[in-house]
């Protein structure tokens, strides 16, 4: 089956410095591809929906200057948090969308848990 | 707006009980739903996806059904055992906005 990796698995940062965070569709290209976001003993939120080659979309209430998304290619999109602060620090997932033939199916990456100190 | 609710919030049984968690939607105008399992600190695992033209997808111990009229799914566990413990979730795909809305998720305890 299709596979989207994540890197970093996890990250400790310092209040106040940026994080990057990769997704990447390995054997399939992806048009469009997704962030989440998972706070603890909750449900995935979706932050964002990334095209390949426009801007993000941004979910209400999500700042698009804070969370910077990237996607440079069908195969990889980034997530940079600015600034971070601590209530920045939960489980990020990513996925990645393709068309089969008569379905829309994604592929779910296997996150990163960012705790910012 | 999409909202996904499940009941129950969490379930304890005894091994080998049969179990189902009910997922309900307030949109009928999706293109498929999923159900997840999620282990605790772990990413998703798809467990099966439905289409919005079918009822029902069923996979070893695992069978799902969905009634897109009244906005309902069921994740039915034949047999549980104590590996089937984790968090399911359920999601649904709205036409015309690919992103999933996500459910707030059925904890499962099975007891050996």
């Known amino acids: 089956g299709a596979v989207v990796s994540q890197h970093p698995s996890r990250v400790i940062c310092k209040s106040g410095t940026s994080v990057k965070i990769e997704c990447r569709s390995l054997?399939?290209?992806?048009?469009?591809m997704f962030w989440y976001r998972q706070f603890p003993k909750q449900s995935l939120m979706l932050m964002a929906t990334?095209?390949?080659?426009?801007?993000?979309?941004?979910e209400q209430g999500v700042e698009k200057d804070k969370f910077l998304i990237n996607h440079a290619s069908l195969t990889l999109s980034t997530l940079t948090v600015t600034s971070a602060h601590p209530e920045d620090s939960s489980f990020y997932i990513c996925?990645?969308?393709?068309?089969?033939?008569?379905?829309?199916?994604?592929?779910f990456g296997p996150g990163t848990r960012l705790t910012v100190t | 707006k999409q909202e996904v609710t499940q009941i129950p919030a969490a379930l304890s049984v005894p091994e080998g009980e049969n179990l189902v968690l009910n997922c309900s939607f307030t949109?009928?105008?999706?293109?498929?739903l999923q159900w997840f399992r999620q282990d605790p600190g772990k990413g998703l695992t798809s467990l099966l996806l439905?289409?919005?033209?079918?009822r029902e997808q069923t996979s070893g111990r695992l069978n799902a059904s969905l009634d897109k009229s009244s906005g309902r799914s069921t994740l039915y566990i034949a047999a549980s055992q104590p590996g089937d413990s984790a968090t399911y979730l359920c999601?649904?795909?709205?036409?015309?906005?690919?992103?999933?809305?996500f459910g707030s998720g059925t904890r499962l305890q099975v007891q050996p």
């Open positions: 996925s990645a969308g393709t068309q089969g033939w008569d379905s829309y199916e994604q592929y």
């Open positions: 949109d009928s105008a999706i293109y498929n």
């Open positions: 054997d399939f290209q992806a048009t469009t």
């Open positions: 990334s095209n390949e080659g426009s801007k993000a979309t941004y």
């Open positions: 439905i289409q919005s033209s079918q």
């Open positions: 999601a649904v795909g709205d036409t015309g906005r690919r992103a999933l809305t």
